[in-house]
């Protein structure tokens, strides 16, 4: 048995916070399959999709207008430097992808900024970046927003954040418990 | 039945055609399980893996040397432009990848350029792509070379190539058969 002394350093994992809204949500529960309780690790291998096919993708979206694989996300380093970055690619050949401003078709990728408003149909899901160290895989985390994303203030972050510190602008409150924002909050 | 004048027109997929070549491929036949009879497809929201665990690499190296996944490839579509592109990207935390003369670590990726040499460890692949329309899927032809790769002086095409057409530099003819060539002619 290893000793807690000999032990390696723990590694902290980069985690893509993930707050999803659409107008319909409460009555057609697309987000029934989403795990909105716990953080998730991906691999450093593998993709991370997001789409109606739930036998490729792990974040299943239930609803006949989502794509059977609608985007999906890799994790890289760029060359000669030790970040870490996120990448999305529009995998959808029907709907438009827009990340901020940037309107993303068929096949086109572009990196994701360390906190973005990512739109698709009527999905919006804000994206917010939180470093780290490991290069054997990434976390995500899943939040559901009862109120629209894209007509909320950003908060803008004037202070640098505390390291591996992230404060999901729509919430409150962050704890261990799932976040879902309870009515009488919001 | 369609007609064939109603048929859709028939579209051309990109061709990643790709020369293998190791000093130890006829004692250790590394290579076996590597099918250099016929162009295979790959879906386009597919990553093509190359690497030593045949349960996710399709294209399996059986080489104690070489990582469960060593590197793969993606297909992807530049913004605001029809032209579809091959990404490269290193999956082994042992080993550099090089492309021509572009070093890249674990999880560094590059876009491949048109025609280039790859090498990780003494594995040596001459990559060229054949341009295609379909957004669907590409393809990948493999060959075998009994000559190092970067030995050879690469021809460089001065004339344009036919539509279509492509001529790998090492291979004097390219039929249907299984392209490998015989001593005799290398």
């Known amino acids: 048995m290893t000793s807690f002394e000999e032990a390696e350093t723990e590694e902290t994992a980069a985690c893509l916070h ?109 994206m917010e970046i939180q470093e780290g160290e490991s290069l054997d895989y990434f976390e995500t985390h899943l939040y559901l927003s009862k109120v629209p994303i894209l007509q909320e203030k950003c908060i803008r972050l004037v202070q640098p954040l505390p390291e591996n510190s992230i404060i999901p602008s729509l919430f409150p409150s962050q704890g261990k418990s799932p976040i879902e924002i309870d009515e009488n909050e919001s």
Chains 1, 2 share one sequence.
């Open 18 to 126: 993930m707050t999803f809204y659409h107008p319909c949500q409460d009555d057609k529960m697309m987000f029934r399959c989403l795990n909105f309780c716990k953080r998730e690790q991906v691999r450093a291998d593998e993709m991370a999709k997001f789409g109606r096919d739930p036998n490729i993708c792990h974040y299943n979206l239930v609803d006949t207008r989502v794509s059977r694989i609608q985007f999906s996300l890799q994790f890289y380093r760029k060359p000669n430097s030790s970040e870490l970055c996120f990448e999305i690619k529009n995998m959808s050949k029907k709907t438009k992808l827009f990340v901020d401003h940037v309107e993303l078709g068929y096949l086109n990728k572009i990196d994701l900024p360390w906190k973005c408003i990512v739109c698709f149909g009527d999905y919006q899901i804000l």
